[in-house]
């Protein structure tokens, strides 16, 4: 309704409503972390269509993450009011709208629409199949063809021979879904002209983190000053340096699009004073916003091993929600307003460096019995038991024998020619429904699978039109950032995976030289792209940052003494507050455990 709309746009500041309403030709909304860049992207999104008539259809919005495309599809069915408003809106990551070109176009590519996606392990096995090289060779080999797809090399006889080969197979490597739409559309006019009449807006949140060819295919869909094109960055909030994000196409976008309009939003309603501007210290600069409030210290304590810093946080957590103040843990501390205890699990997050550290964080929750998710890591679905599954699943949506035996060595796995065929004529155009019995039976059945992964398995596959899709979306590792924010449940997630999201409480184990910056098992490191690694992490607090290092760690089974983060020295200390750390854990206080399973 009007009235709703109104109030849609009566929450934004005066930066945010002229971002809002800025409609024609380029523009870049720079800011900082909770300034509300995303607020505002899904804000100009609404008033498009709500105020300008814009179809939702012609609007397409690149995020991130999986899970920021969710969360933006979430936001703008809250605002549209209307559920086929918001669907009829292209968001997606960029992997995800390549994928969508490679499945319209496939006939331009020679494939048809049951193409596959090979991922890095079936690449191998096709270098394998074609150059009869072994292990280490074919992993080099693997590597110099995404170097020629991207450029970097020179083509060979030997790509071509793989190229040949992935066509034959009907399928695309991980590195087509962005290159083979750039290279289509370079050459194809009509294509081009169709996809830029299709999509007249086009938004690009976390534009920080664009490598080169996401650049290029932004650059063809939104080709000049008449372009709406609107991005929305950080340059602080750089984290995917080493996966050749570019944060210089921020200040490229302006040479680029000369006549681009630049908006910047200067107050952020997430963080405290404190803690933005701590996270500022980490990345040596000052002063880049006002908090929402002065809020309280940062909590910092060292623990003498890994284990004891991830029963610490357990501990801590368990205070937090049974409504034990942050600050009675150190009655000395007699700051601080009643804003200092945290309602729900879900409010908090513990952030690591590395996956390496979920394991002893994960078995505190457990002993501790506080729920949580993992996000970021590899779904139990998309691991080994199941890489094979969906190779073999797969190759039966293939169109002989021929081929998946080749792609998946069915033959080494013993099915013949004639239990090909029988489950493939199951499986012909396969409904979701009947494709989930056939794996319960063939699979489930069979082996010890958690029920909650069967659960988790079963909602994706519901969610696809069909088995190939899928298929493709488990190939494509799109369930790896699945986050569930409605669960009663703390998150444990990477550093990385955090971008973009927010908590009441963020804990940020691990800081210590090693890991923060990561050095250990690493040759390059790039130590700035470290410290805003940090920096997004602290900036995900609302209200409680917890700092934890340990004296002693165990990662990948050597046993490390590392100093504290030479980070957390350029933290004005009068910010932080050190924590005492509480005697042991005596069996009584067993009964004030939280039961919330
Ligand atoms: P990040 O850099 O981490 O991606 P961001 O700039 O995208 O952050 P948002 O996630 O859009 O920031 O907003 C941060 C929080 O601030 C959200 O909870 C959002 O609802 C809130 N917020 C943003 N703008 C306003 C506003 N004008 N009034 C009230 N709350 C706001
Ligand atoms: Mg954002």
């Known amino acids: 309704t009007q009235k709703a709309q109104q109030s849609t746009f009566d929450n934004l500041n005066t930066e945010q409503f002229a971002a809002v309403q800025h409609i024609e030709g380029p523009s870049l909304i720079i800011a900082g972390p909770g300034t509300g860049k995303t607020k505002t992207l899904t804000g100009k999104i609404a008033?498009?269509?709500?105020?300008?008539?814009?179809?939702?259809?012609?609007?397409?919005?690149?995020?991130?993450?999986?899970?920021?495309?969710?969360?933006?599809?979430?936001?703008?069915?809250?605002?549209?009011?209307?559920?086929?408003?918001?669907?009829?809106?292209?968001?997606?990551?960029?992997?995800?709208?390549?994928?969508?070109?490679?499945?319209?176009?496939?006939?331009?590519f020679n494939r048809n629409a049951n193409f596959i996606l090979v991922d890095e392990n079936l690449k191998r096995e096709i270098i394998k199949s074609i150059s009869k090289e072994k292990g280490s060779e074919a992993k080099k080999l693997s590597a110099e063809?995404?170097?020629?797809?991207?450029?970097?090399?020179?083509?060979?006889?030997?790509?071509?021979?793989?190229?040949?080969?992935?066509?034959?197979?009907?399928?695309?490597?991980?590195?087509?879904?962005?290159?083979?739409?750039?290279?289509?559309?370079?050459?194809?006019?009509?294509?081009?002209?169709k996809l830029r009449d299709k999509y007249q807006f086009i938004f690009v949140d976390e534009y920080q983190d664009t490598n080169d060819t996401q650049y290029k295919l932004l650059r063809l869909l939104a080709p000049d000053s008449n372009s709406n094109l609107c991005v929305v960055g950080d340059a602080n909030q750089s984290i995917y340096g080493f996966r050749g994000a570019n944060?210089?196409?921020?200040?490229?976008?302006?040479?680029?699009?000369?006549?681009?309009?630049?908006?910047?939003?200067?107050?952020?309603?997430?963080?405290?004073?404190?803690?933005?501007?701590?996270?500022?210290?980490?990345?040596?600069?000052?002063?880049?916003?006002?908090?929402?409030?002065?809020?309280?210290?940062?909590?910092?304590?060292?623990?003498?091993?890994?284990?004891?810093?991830?029963?610490?946080?357990?501990?801590?957590?368990?205070?937090?929600?049974?409504?034990?103040?942050?600050?009675?843990?150190?009655?000395?501390?007699?700051?601080?307003?009643?804003?200092?205890?945290?309602?729900?699990?879900?409010?908090?997050?513990?952030?690591?460096?590395?996956?390496?550290q979920f394991e002893a964080i994960t078995k505190a929750l457990r002993d501790h019995h506080?729920?949580?998710?993992?996000?970021?890591?590899?779904?139990?679905?998309?691991?080994?038991?199941?890489?094979?599954?969906?190779?073999?699943?797969?190759?039966?949506?293939?169109?002989?024998?021929?081929?998946?035996?080749?792609?998946?060595?069915?033959?080494?796995?013993?099915?013949?020619q004639l239990q090909f065929e029988l489950v493939k004529t199951q499986l012909k155009k396969p409904d979701v429904n009947s494709f989930l019995d056939f794996v319960k039976k063939e699979y489930f059945d069979k082996e010890e699978i958690h029920p909650n992964e069967w659960k988790r398995f079963i909602n994706l596959a519901t969610e696809k039109k069909s088995v190939s899709e899928f298929l493709q979306f488990l190939k494509l590792g799109l369930g790896t950032d699945a986050h569930n924010k409605s669960l009663e449940a703390v998150s444990v997630m990477t550093l990385h995976a955090s971008k973009g999201l927010e908590f009441e409480c963020v804990f940020i184990p691990g800081c210590e030289k090693g890991l923060l910056p990561?050095?250990?098992?690493?040759?390059?490191?790039?130590?700035?792209?470290?410290?805003?690694?940090?920096?997004?992490?602290?900036?995900?607090?609302?209200?409680?940052?917890?700092?934890?290092?340990?004296?002693?760690?165990?990662?990948?089974?050597?046993?490390?003494?590392?100093?504290?983060?030479?980070?957390?020295?350029?933290?004005?200390?009068?910010?932080?507050?050190?924590?005492?750390?509480?005697?042991?854990?005596?069996?009584?206080?067993?009964?004030?455990?939280?039961?919330?399973?």
């Open 47 to 108: 008033w498009l269509i709500g105020n300008h008539h814009t179809k939702p259809e012609e609007i397409l919005a690149i995020t991130f993450t999986n899970k920021a495309a969710g969360e933006l599809k979430e936001r703008l069915e809250a605002i549209l009011k209307s559920k086929t408003q918001s669907g009829e809106v292209t968001v997606s990551t960029f992997h995800a709208f390549g994928l969508a070109i490679l499945k319209d176009f496939n006939v331009e």
């Open 145 to 193: 063809i995404s170097k020629i797809k991207k450029g970097s090399l020179p083509e060979n006889p030997f790509f071509k021979k793989y190229e040949n080969e992935l066509q034959k197979l009907n399928a695309f490597d991980l590195d087509d879904l962005i290159e083979k739409p750039v290279q289509l559309l370079s050459e194809n006019k009509e294509i081009t002209k």
């Open 247 to 356: 944060s210089g196409y921020i200040s490229k976008f302006s040479e680029d699009y000369p006549k681009a309009k630049i908006f910047r939003l200067t107050k952020s309603y997430r963080c405290s004073q404190t803690i933005l501007t701590a996270s500022s210290n980490v990345i040596e600069q000052s002063g880049l916003l006002e908090g929402l409030n002065e809020g309280v210290q940062i909590s910092i304590s060292e623990q003498p091993s890994g284990a004891a810093e991830a029963e610490f946080i357990a501990r801590q957590i368990v205070d937090l929600v049974g409504g034990v103040s942050f600050f009675s843990i150190d009655s000395s501390v007699a700051q601080g307003d009643k804003n200092d205890t945290i309602g729900s699990l879900s409010d908090l997050a513990v952030l690591c460096r590395t996956r390496n």
């Open 370 to 416: 506080v729920p949580y998710q993992e996000a970021g890591t590899i779904p139990y679905f998309q691991q080994e038991p199941f890489q094979s599954f969906t190779d073999i699943t797969g190759a039966f949506l293939l169109d002989s024998f021929e081929q998946a035996a080749l792609v998946f060595k069915l033959k080494k796995k013993n099915i013949s």
């Open 518 to 597: 990561y050095t250990l098992y690493k040759d390059e490191v790039d130590e700035d792209e470290e410290k805003r690694l940090l920096y997004v992490g602290m900036t995900r607090a609302k209200k409680l940052l917890y700092l934890t290092n340990a004296k002693t760690r165990t990662i990948r089974g050597r046993k490390f003494n590392l100093p504290k983060s030479p980070f957390l020295n350029s933290i004005q200390q009068e910010l932080l507050m050190q924590i005492k750390n509480r005697p042991p854990q005596k069996e009584k206080e067993q009964d004030n455990q939280l039961s919330l399973f």
